[in-house]
T-cell receptor
Framework: DADVTQTPRNRITKTGKRIMLECSQTKGHDRMYWYRQDPGLGLQLIYYSFDVKDINKGEISDGYSVSRQAQAKFSLSLESAIPNQTALYFC???????????????FGPGTRLTVL | QKEVEQNSGPLSVPEGAIASLNCTYSDRGSQSFFWYRQYSGKSPELIMSIYSNGDKEDGRFTAQLNKASQYVSLLIRDSQPSDSATYLCAVNANQAGTALIFGKGTTLSVSS
């Protein structure tokens, strides 16, 4: 089945460490997104990419960076992790050519990140 | 600031009843509307998309859209305990893209 995968699924790290979260998809979608979810705050967009050469900041991009290595791969980096980046992180994809199903997004399983 | 508003709940309904979930949005230019279901600790799962005014039915789920009132709703008929989850409303501003704006979700509890 075409899918969205995220690695790692769980990660505990310390303040100041650099960490990378990876997302891969076999759906053939061109667009990819990174969200974080905190209890009571809902899903917030960190970065999104409409193709390999197009990267855009979302509403909460400070402290994060991304890399779109290929159409199927989109990585999120925390250069120097801090405790308030403890959250559930989701990758999502969408297909810009999906006629009649515009902007439907499909989510990966998530990465639970804890920064001590 | 574009916003999507939902009552946080919990909304409690007995098994077999109709659950009604509501969502309002601030951007009058919004064109795409979605309902996601999220179980605790899991990722959001797309259950309905709606793009034009009126009703759209899929199995036990019906999405209703009223652009004039900036209102979208989800009805779940014959509610089951397995429907107990948080339901997220999401809105997209235009066909060309930009990412979804999510509401904070409504928690539904279906008692047997």
């Amino acid at each position: 089945d075409a899918d969205v995968t995220q690695t790692p699924r769980n990660r505990i790290t310390k303040t100041g460490k650099r960490i990378m979260l990876e997302c891969s998809q076999t759906k053939g979608h061109d667009r990819m997104y990174w969200y974080r979810q905190d209890p009571g705050l809902g899903l917030q967009l960190i970065y999104y990419s409409f193709d390999v050469k197009d990267i855009n900041k979302g509403e909460i991009s400070d402290g994060y960076s991304v890399s779109r290595q290929a159409q199927a791969k989109f990585s999120l980096s925390l250069e120097s992790a801090i405790p308030n980046q403890t959250a559930l992180y989701f990758c999502a994809t969408s297909d810009s050519s999906a006629t009649g199903r515009y902007n439907e997004q499909f989510f990966g399983p998530g990465t639970r990140l804890t920064v001590l | 600031q574009k916003e999507v508003e939902q009552n946080s709940g919990p909304l409690s309904v007995p098994e077999g009843a109709i659950a009604s979930l509501n969502c309002t949005y601030s951007d009058r230019g919004s064109q795409s509307f979605f309902w996601y279901r999220q179980y605790s600790g899991k990722s959001p799962e797309l259950i309905m998309s709606i793009y034009s005014n009126g009703d759209k039915e899929d199995g036990r789920f019906t999405a209703q859209l009223n652009k004039a009132s900036q209102y979208v709703s989800l009805l779940i008929r014959d509610s089951q305990p397995s429907d107990s989850a948080t339901y997220l409303c999401a809105v997209n501003a235009n066909q060309a893209g930009t990412a979804l704006i999510f509401g904070k979700g409504t928690t539904l509890s279906v008692s047997s």
